[in-house]
Structure formats: structure tokens, C-alpha cells
Nanobody, 117 residues
């Protein structure tokens, strides 16, 4: 069974930085892609960034030039710089298990990021 374990959330002042990590385990298949969503309100989850197995990345417009996603095998990172209060949310890691004919998405438990004075 696939398991995703996240770490790195917390409280930071505006303009500060945090780095999130997420490690996926429990599959012999590749995870492609991996990435992060964030949720501010119930049932409203926004894709923040994703990275493919080959390293192709994409970001939501509001975080471009401030956030950087990277991965090392089955661990994905999100370096968040110049944080703003609007970045406050629960951040969820995801990993798409590539089963060739289909993919199965798994989620991390979520980590709170709060940007406030």
C-alpha cells in the first residue's frame, strides 16, 4: 500500500521561507508525477506545483518565481520563498502511481503552513 509522509510545515512571517518534504513508499512502480496541492476551504483544493519523473515542472501562477519544486527519486520537495499571507493553507502532497494502463493517486496527510505576523 502506498504511503506518503510529509514534513516541514509551520508558522512563518511574511517574506519568510519554508521547505516541505514528502516521501512516497510502498510501490514497485514509478510515481509520475508528484507534487503539491493546497486547501484553504473545504472541497477547494488548488494545485500548487507538480514535477514529472523526468523533471518537468509546472506551477500555479501565484507561486511562480517564489516556489521551487524538486524531487529525488520518490521524495518531492517544495521550497517556498517570499511567503505571503495568501499562501496560508494546508498543503497536501500527492503521488500518481504509474501502473502503465492507469494511474492511482495517493495523498499525504497534509501539513499546515501559516504565514502571519
Amino acid at each position: 500500500q502506498v504511503r506518503l509522509v510529509e514534513s516541514g510545515g509551520g508558522l512563518v512571517q511574511p517574506g519568510g521561507a519554508l521547505k516541505l518534504s514528502c516521501t512516497a513508499s510502498g510501490s514497485i512502480f514509478d510515481f509520475n508525477p508528484m507534487g503539491w496541492y493546497r486547501q484553504v476551504r473545504e472541497n477547494q483544493r488548488e494545485l500548487v506545483a507538480a514535477i514529472s519523473l523526468g523533471g518537468t515542472t509546472n506551477y500555479t501562477d501565484s507561486v511562480k518565481s517564489r516556489f521551487t519544486i524538486s524531487r529525488d527519486k520518490n521524495t518531492v520537495y517544495l521550497q517556498m520563498n517570499t511567503l505571503k499571507p495568501d499562501d496560508t493553507a494546508v498543503y497536501y502532497c500527492f503521488a500518481d502511481e504509474d501502473l502503465v494502463l492507469t494511474t492511482v493517486r495517493s495523498w499525504g496527510q497534509g501539513t499546515q503552513v501559516t504565514v502571519s505576523t
